[in-house]
């Protein structure tokens, strides 16, 4: 066996300094948002929330249940209003609904974001891998190498 088959290894200071530095998305994509993107988002994360859902469908049985139930001097809201209810909890579905998709092609984009830096983050891994596996390679024969030596003598 001969140094020469050995192949020529970069040293840990040549890989750190051909390292690309790590980018931090989540600051990245904080830092491009707009005001108005901030509260997509905002409304995004808290009314697509079970929280949001129980305090509408509270609300509402409330409001159903005592326009119902109540005494009639006391029923704000008199049967030909409840149109008016399913009309204007119509309208609030109308309004959130699109809020909602811009909040969550925001969000989306946000996760490529993430999904590209956890490639770059495999490549480096896969890159210092295989540097891992040629220092143990030759290694493997160096010590071969000693060993023919060894066994000569």
């Known amino acids: ?11 840990v200071e040549e890989i750190r300094k051909a390292r690309k530095p790590l980018i931090d998305v989540n600051a990245k994509q904080n830092e491009n948002l707009s005001s108005v993107d901030r509260l997509a988002v905002w409304i995004t994360n808290h009314i697509g929330s079970m929280g949001f859902f129980l305090i509408i ?12 139930l109540a005494p009639e001097e006391l029923v704000f809201d008199s049967r030909p209003a409840f ?4 009309f204007i909890s119509n309208m609030i579905q109308m309004l959130l609904l699109p809020l909602i998709m811009i909040g969550q092609n925001i969000q989306s984009r946000h996760a490529e974001l993430r ?10 891994s896969e ?10 390679e ?9 060993t023919e030596l060894v066994e000569k003598k």
């Open 138 to 146: 030759n290694q493997n024969k160096m010590i071969a190498h000693l």
């Open 127 to 136: 890159q210092e891998i295989e540097l891992i596996l040629q220092h143990l």
């Open 115 to 124: 999904a590209e830096a956890d490639f770059q983050v495999n490549q480096k």
């Open 1 to 11: 066996m001969n140094t020469t088959d050995l192949k020529p290894v970069p040293s």
């Open 57 to 68: 469908f509270v609300w509402t049985i409330a409001w159903l249940g005592w326009n119902l």
């Open 83 to 86: 149109v008016l209810w399913l």
